[in-house]
Nanobody, 125 residues
Framework: QVLLVESGGGLVQAGGSLRLSCAASGRTFSAYTMGWFRQAPEKEREFVAGITWGADNTFYADSVKGRFTISRDNAKKMVYLQMNSVKLEDTAVYYC??????????????????WGQGTQVTVSS
């Protein structure tokens, strides 16, 4: 497994921007798909964005497509989520996650075996 630590959450006004960061340590970071998930109160954890090991492919939930951008820096073992034009419904705890299998793409919660502690994002009106 890999240790993941998120940062960058906070309070932001609707329409504003926020950048989340995730620092990884442990196994070979550059061999794994990385993802961002979120969980709002009393809701299931849901996929937000994913990026393959070499950053060749990115994936987004329909609810964030065109507003959020996922990226990674394998040399620094970092993954980022740039959040633009945020909405009230983006309020949630955001989690960084590492896929459980090298060189595989899967975007379900069950496909990831390492999770960060989460960072709170609160969007105000």
């Amino acid at each position: 497994q890999v240790l993941l630590v998120e940062s960058g959450g906070g309070l932001v006004q609707a329409g504003g921007s926020l950048r989340l960061s995730c620092a990884a340590s442990g196994r070979t970071f550059s061999a794994y798909t990385m993802g961002w998930f979120r969980q709002a109160p009393e809701k299931e954890r849901e996929f937000v964005a994913g990026i393959t090991w070499g950053a060749d492919n990115t994936f987004y939930a329909d609810s964030v497509k065109g507003r959020f951008t996922i990226s990674r820096d394998n040399a620094k073992k970092m993954v980022y989520l740039q959040m633009n034009s945020v909405k009230l419904e983006d309020t949630a705890v955001y989690y960084c996650a590492s896929h459980k299998t090298r060189y595989r793409v899967g975007l379900e919660v069950r496909d990831f075996d390492s999770w960060g502690q989460g960072t709170q994002v609160t969007v105000s009106s």
